[in-house]
């Protein structure tokens, strides 16, 4: 099983909202990571976890919260946000660290009202 | 910053013919990868290389990597409608688990 999943494939919110992304691999990949990514633009890492710890978060607000509750699953808290959160959310993994590929989610679909 | 840039930003061919798309890059890496994505959807690898490879063959891909001029090419041939799609170049340091981005080249392909 080489499949990454994501739920929700869509997701509107507002402001005042709490949520939360989820994301799975079955793939026995310690590396998962969250991307963001903009209309016509290349995705941007937000979060690292390997082997279900934190190892990099590229100084993103802290109304996004990680959460790696074992080595399948990822979790995006959201709180709070802003209409310029809207984006694409996609999530990855990879054996360990980026010298391995990665496989990709097909994305959750974000748009703060 | 590392991040690689491609060239062209869009590129528009006929059904049958090559493409070929460039990325460059600034700072020493260990690998570069290239991605596909449809639109909207996740990212699909296609192929690795390390630093000290100069060529890597997948099916109709090809894909150089010259490290003196920190610089990759990705060679699609005999290009169908199917492979529309934005192309990227990913690049890493080294004992980082970060992998940085290039613009992306949007591929369009007419039948």
């Known amino acids: 099983d080489t499949e990454v999943t994501q739920t929700p494939k869509h997701l509107v919110m507002g402001m005042t909202n709490k949520k939360s992304l989820k994301c799975e691999q079955h793939?026995?990949?310690?590396?998962m990571y969250w991307y963001k990514q903009k209309a016509k633009k290349p995705p941007e890492l937000m979060f690292v976890y390997s082997y279900e710890k934190l190892s990099i978060n590229e100084s993103v607000p802290s109304r996004f919260s990680p959460e790696c509750p074992n080595s399948s699953l990822l979790n995006l808290h959201l709180h709070a946000l802003q209409p310029e959160d809207s984006a694409l959310y996609l999530c990855?993994?990879?054996?360990?660290?980026?010298?391995?590929?990665?496989?990709f989610g097909p994305g959750t679909r974000l748009t703060v009202t | 910053s590392q991040q690689g840039e491609e060239d062209p930003q869009a590129l528009s061919i006929q059904e049958g013919e090559n493409a070929t798309m460039n990325c460059s890059y600034k700072t020493s890496i260990n690998n570069l990868q290239w991605y596909r994505q449809n639109s909207g959807r996740g990212l699909v690898h296609l192929i690795l290389i390390r630093s000290n490879e100069r060529e890597k063959h997948s099916g109709r891909l090809r894909v150089t990597l010259d490290t003196s001029k920190k610089s990759s090419s990705l060679l699609i041939t005999a290009s169908r409608a199917a492979d529309t799609a934005s192309y990227f170049c990913?690049?890493?340091?080294?004992?980082?688990?970060?992998?940085?981005f290039g613009k992306g080249t949007k591929l369009t392909v007419n039948p």
């Open positions: 793939m026995g990949h310690r590396a």
């Open positions: 990855a993994s990879s054996w360990t660290g980026a010298a391995y590929e990665q496989y």
């Open positions: 990913a690049t890493d340091k080294g004992g980082s688990e970060k992998l940085v």
